[in-house]
């Protein structure tokens, strides 16, 4: 059973697939994740706030600044973009400015977002179990 996803309002845009994190300067408010320093919300979904082949479609944002977006949140299962490897069962840590994830690593404190379900490489989808807030150290 899926847990209810909370539903925050896009600080800026949210690209599909990728990590938020709270907006600090707007309360139930969510930016996309360009570090793994921070605690992580959540994931943004699959879904695309525009329909794909329309002309001026974008089909890698999933919301724009001040638009609702339903984010995956922690227990329920994400589909991910991956930024580099990812083995099942390893912690999910964002990699670059994208909120791509990838395996969290020992070399250095970071905030998790989850745990994967399956393994892959760059630029795969593939799902993750959100669990944002594991400090990997």
Do not use: H
């Not at 996309?32 to 979904?45: D, E, H, K």
């Not at 999933?62 to 390893?90: D, K, P, Y």
């Amino acid at each position: 059973m899926q847990i209810p996803s909370p539903s925050f309002r896009a600080g800026g845009n949210l690209t599909i697939m990728s990590a938020v994190v709270v907006d600090p300067s707007n309360d139930n408010q969510v930016i996309q994740a360009t570090a793994n320093t921070v605690p992580m919300v959540g994931i943004v979904g699959e879904a695309m706030y525009q329909p794909p082949g329309l002309t001026g479609s974008d089909n890698v944002l999933a919301a724009t600044s001040g638009m609702n977006v339903n984010i995956v949140g922690m227990g329920n299962v994400a589909l991910v973009q991956l930024a580099t490897t990812a083995t099942r069962g390893s912690r999910a840590a964002v990699y670059n400015a994208s909120g791509w994830v990838g395996n969290a690593t020992a070399t250095g404190a970071a905030e998790c977002v989850g745990v994967f379900l399956e393994s892959g490489v760059v630029g795969n989808q593939i799902k993750m179990l959100v669990q944002p807030m594991q400090k990997y150290t």
